[in-house]
C-alpha cells in the first residue's frame, strides 16, 4: 500500500517562530488532508489540498502532486498551535485515508 | 449540522466483556468510516461504508471485531470478547465527495 512518511517527527518552537512541516507520499493519491490533534485528542480538519495553495489565518499548506508532497506552514506559532499534525492521503475510490506519523508540535510560551 | 457524533467518549470493561461503540455521521454524507488509534500503530482504518454498505472490511484486526450501518444516520463497532490489547481510541469519520470529518473518539480501555 501507499506509504505517508511525515517530517520532522518532533518540533519544539518558541512563541512567534515560523516552521514548516513536511509530507512525503509514494504514490500518486486523488485526495489529501491535513489536521491537528489538539492535547484533548480531537482531529480538527485544517486543509483539504489535493493540490495547489491554501492559506487560513497563520497556516498555510502547498501540495505538488506530481512530485508526491505537501507542506503546512504555520507563522507566527502560538502555544495553541501545539499538539500533533497529521497528513492523509487518499487513492482511488472510496474516501479512505492512510495517514503519516504525524508531527508532535511544542510551542513554548 | 453537530458533526459526527461518537458515544460513548469513554469505555471501561473488563476483558472478555463485549463492547460497543456508537456513530452517528454527518447527515448527507454517503461514506462512513472507523478507525483506531494506538501509540505502536498510528492511525489506521478498520472498515469504511458506502451508503450503508460494508465496501472493505481488510483492517478489521480479528473476528471479534463486527460493525454494522443498519441506516444511513446509525454505526456501530462491536468487539465481543474484548481483550486489553484492544485499548486504544476508536474514530468514527464520515464524508462526502471531498473531505472527511471526524468524531471526538471514544477512548476504550480493556482491564
Known amino acids: 500500500g501507499i506509504q505517508v512518511e511525515q517530517s520532522p517527527p518532533d518540533l519544539i518552537l518558541q512563541e512567534g517562530a515560523n516552521s514548516t512541516l513536511r509530507c512525503n507520499f509514494s504514490?500518486?493519491?486523488?485526495?489529501l488532508q491535513w489536521f491537528h490533534q489538539n492535547p484533548w485528542g480531537q482531529l480538527i480538519n485544517l486543509f483539504y489540498i489535493p493540490s495547489g495553495t491554501k492559506q487560513n489565518g497563520r497556516l498555510s499548506a502547498t501540495t505538488v502532486a506530481t512530485e508526491r508532497y505537501s507542506l503546512l506552514y504555520i507563522s507566527s506559532s502560538q502555544t495553541t498551535d501545539s499538539g500533533v499534525y497529521f497528513c492523509?492521503?487518499?487513492?482511488?475510490?472510496?474516501?479512505?485515508?492512510?495517514f503519516g506519523g504525524g508531527t508532535r508540535v511544542l510551542v513554548k510560551p | 449540522d453537530a458533526g459526527v457524533i461518537q458515544s460513548p467518549r469513554h469505555e471501561v470493561t473488563e476483558m472478555g466483556q463485549e463492547v460497543t461503540l456508537r456513530c452517528k455521521p454527518i447527515s448527507g454524507h454517503d461514506y462512513l468510516f472507523w478507525y483506531r488509534q494506538t501509540m505502536m500503530r498510528g492511525l489506521e482504518l478498520l472498515i469504511y461504508f458506502n451508503n450503508n454498505v460494508p465496501i472493505d472490511d481488510s483492517g478489521m484486526p480479528e473476528d471479534r471485531f463486527s460493525a454494522k450501518m443498519p441506516n444511513a444516520s446509525f454505526s456501530t463497532l462491536k468487539i465481543q470478547p474484548s481483550e486489553p490489547r484492544d485499548s486504544a481510541v476508536y474514530f468514527c469519520a464520515s464524508s462526502g465527495i471531498t473531505e472527511a470529518f471526524f468524531g471526538q473518539g471514544t477512548r476504550l480501555t480493556v482491564v
Open positions: 504514490d500518486s493519491v486523488n485526495n
Open positions: 492523509a492521503v487518499e487513492q482511488g475510490a472510496g474516501n479512505k485515508l492512510t
